[in-house]
């Protein structure tokens, strides 16, 4: 093995690390630090919706940061915050503030967090509307937040709403999933970003690509691209749709293409996109 990734995820939550090991290229291990999520119950049982506070005290001081320290004893090459909802709640300021705290404590190792991964996908690919998906379990609330988060850094968000699915991490099936993205997309729209790290969602990436004809972000697929980006020289991330290319290629994707068309306000769209704005949803 020749690099590991660490990830920070909450206690009772196996989707970061499961969906990243499955995109990472083979040479590479992940190892997850657990930290306490005050949401999560045992079996990784939540209410329906999930509150604001324990999603801000996620990332608050001491048990993310002595979670950094003990994964710094590891061999690891590089930190990820498995954990999308608390910048959306802080902003983008203190996700700032957070990545640089982490560091003080992290002997060294690069800490990536997974918004600031998402804005730097999109403005690679040269992404400036966006549609949000969240999962069922963000309230209107975090949902309204999470839209507010990317406007912050400069891209106009045509729709954002949490997915009218299922709200239980086990119970989301890829199928039905699919179905609501590609329903509620709106043709406008340049990229489409699935926020939630616990929502599994890799796995529609590349048909939702083919029909909708634009990228197709998700949570961890953008973390574990980061991760590798900074894990050294050499690592290419292997993923899966517009942001992942082949372990031994010369270097990413070429910027402003994707696996369907081009990213140049023009896209071609099939099928029967939603219409602008926030899409309603009567969880």
């Known amino acids: 093995m020749r690099t590991r990734l660490g990830v920070l995820t909450p206690h009772a939550d196996v989707g970061p690390e499961s969906e ?142 949490a997915c009218d699915l299922p709200s239980n991490q086990r119970s989301i099936n890829p199928s039905e999933l699919y179905e609501w993205i590609l329903a509620h997309t709106p043709g406008s729209s340049q990229a489409v970003f699935v926020g939630g790290n616990g929502f599994r969602s890799v796995g529609v990436i590349a048909a939702l690509e083919e029909e909708l004809a634009r990228p197709v972000l998700t949570a961890n697929q953008v973390l574990c691209g980061a991760c590798c980006g900074r894990s050294g020289p050499g690592l290419h991330f292997m993923g899966t749709g517009s942001c992942s290319h082949r372990s031994g290629d010369p270097g990413p994707p070429p910027v402003r293409t994707c696996r369907s068309g081009v990213v140049d306000g023009s896209l071609p769209t099939r099928g029967t996109p939603a219409q602008d704005g926030h899409v309603a949803s009567d969880r």
């Open 20 to 161: 990243i090991r499955a995109m990472a290229p083979e040479t590479v291990g992940v190892y997850a630090a657990r930290v306490p999520f005050g949401a999560m119950a045992v079996g990784g049982a939540m209410d329906r919706t999930i509150p604001l506070a324990p999603v801000a005290a996620f990332v608050q001081p001491p048990h993310i940061d002595d979670a950094v320290s003990l994964l710094a004893a590891a061999p690891v090459a590089v930190m990820g915050i498995g954990f999308t909802s608390s910048a959306y709640v802080t902003g983008a300021d203190a996700e700032k503030e957070l990545i640089d705290r982490l560091q003080s404590r992290s002997a060294g190792i690069p800490v990536v967090s997974t918004c600031a991964a998402a804005v730097d996908a999109l403005g690679v690919l040269g992404a400036e509307r966006v549609a949000v998906v969240d999962p069922p379990w963000f309230d209107d609330e975090l949902d309204r937040l999470g839209a507010e988060y990317f406007s912050s850094q400069g891209f106009e968000v045509v729709s954002h709403a």
